[in-house]
């Protein structure tokens, strides 16, 4: 059975870093991209970044861009997200993906979520 289980979220002021993880077991995906998305109350899940199944092409929303980086160690077949310099509209449920294809087409593995709130 193929889990991802995301850590790293919390309640952080304006400014602030945090450090999202992403561990997948059941199988590995060294050979796929992956992704972190994004959900508030109400709104659709939407692309925050990607990144390709070697780590050497990464994309990221233009609101996002510049603050937050991705990562990937294909031999803990883990993902990261570095948020830097948070902002209270950064506040929402983060996903990670699995087999992510693109900003338009994610795959169809999903962790279960970690909140991040950002106070102002």
């Known amino acids: 059975q193929v889990q991802l289980v995301e850590s790293g979220g919390g309640l952080v002021q304006a400014g602030s870093s945090l450090k999202l993880s992403c561990a997948a077991s059941?199988?590995?995906?060294?050979?796929?991209?992956m992704g972190w998305f994004r959900q508030t109350g109400g709104k659709e899940r939407e692309f925050v970044a990607g990144?390709?199944?070697?780590?050497?092409?990464?994309y990221y929303a233009d609101v996002v861009a510049g603050r937050f980086t991705i990562s990937r160690d294909n031999a803990k077949n883990t993902v990261y997200l570095q948020m830097n310099s948070l902002k209270p509209e950064d506040t929402a449920v983060y996903y990670c993906?699995?087999?992510?294809?693109?900003?338009?087409?994610?795959?169809?593995?999903w962790g279960q979520g970690t909140q991040v709130t950002v106070s102002s």
């Open positions: 990144i390709s199944w070697s780590g050497g092409s990464t």
């Open positions: 059941g199988r590995t995906f060294s050979r796929s991209g």
């Open positions: 993906n699995g087999d992510w294809k693109s900003s338009d087409y994610a795959g169809k593995y």
